[in-house]
């Protein structure tokens, strides 16, 4: 079992998610989940969260339902430059963000130019997960980007909405796997992530435990149940 999930969705994602923080904290609480991550869509996803729904999220509360919450955002990385779509002063007064290749933002370009975006968006301080580079449609050099993340303190996740069946990122099997042994070659963290857009995800792990741990992938390389120490990483400037 593990013990948090930093990339979930709320209504303020838009997608059609009608639940709200409380929802996601209640479900996060029944999962038997110690620390949940909000990290709804940036303002350049269609109907998705504004900045001044970030800059509320300052005063939101810290604990609901006895779930420890964190709140950041998915950024859309906007071009090769890794330019984002929030404002450093927005981003500074979130706990941590996810950065993401999402095509009505970013189409995507070749293999270097995919890459160079990834590296480029992990000198933004407030970046602490790349969120689901297991995307077939946006090829890229895993080797370059496990080793910058090793140096930056960025984890990359293993994404269930990636390997479940229900998936509509195609088949990220190979991909995923490539994360991984290039995770393994530098030691770099990472983590497991629902990506749930609403309640009915939160927590769940299924496809992407198995995946890592067919993958013979090391225990102590995965954040989730190490709280602290994913904690002190995600708020680290």
Do not use: W
């Amino acid at each position: 079992m593990y013990l948090s999930d930093m990339h979930t969705h709320s209504i303020a994602s838009g997608h059609g998610t009608s639940c709200t923080i409380s929802d996601m904290a209640k479900a996060a609480s029944k999962k038997g989940l110690r620390l949940l991550g909000i990290t709804d869509h940036g303002p350049a996803t269609l109907a998705a969260g504004t900045p001044s729904y970030f800059r509320s999220l300052t005063f939101s509360p810290r604990k609901r339902f006895g779930i420890e919450l964190l709140y950041g955002a998915e950024l859309n990385i906007l071009d090769k430059e890794g330019h984002v779509d929030l404002k450093e002063e927005l981003l500074s007064r979130l706990d941590y963000a996810i950065a993401s290749m999402h095509a009505p933002n970013f189409p995507g370009g070749s293999k270097g130019e995919n890459t160079e975006a990834f590296l480029n968006v992990m000198k933004n301080p407030c970046v602490k997960i790349l969120g689901h580079c297991d995307n077939p449609r946006y090829p890229v050099d895993y080797d370059a980007i496990a080793a910058c993340a090793k140096e930056k303190g960025v984890l990359l996740e293993i994404n269930e909405a990636s390997l479940a069946p229900y998936g509509y990122r195609g088949d990220t099997r190979a991909n995923s796997m490539e994360i991984l042994r290039c995770c393994q070659k530098y030691q770099t963290p990472i983590l497991l992530s629902s990506d749930s857009h609403g309640a009915g995800h939160i927590g769940d792990f299924t496809y992407a435990a198995e995946f890592v741990h067919q993958a013979m992938f090391p225990e102590s390389l995965i954040l989730n149940n190490q709280i602290p120490r994913l904690k002190v990483l995600l708020q680290t400037r």
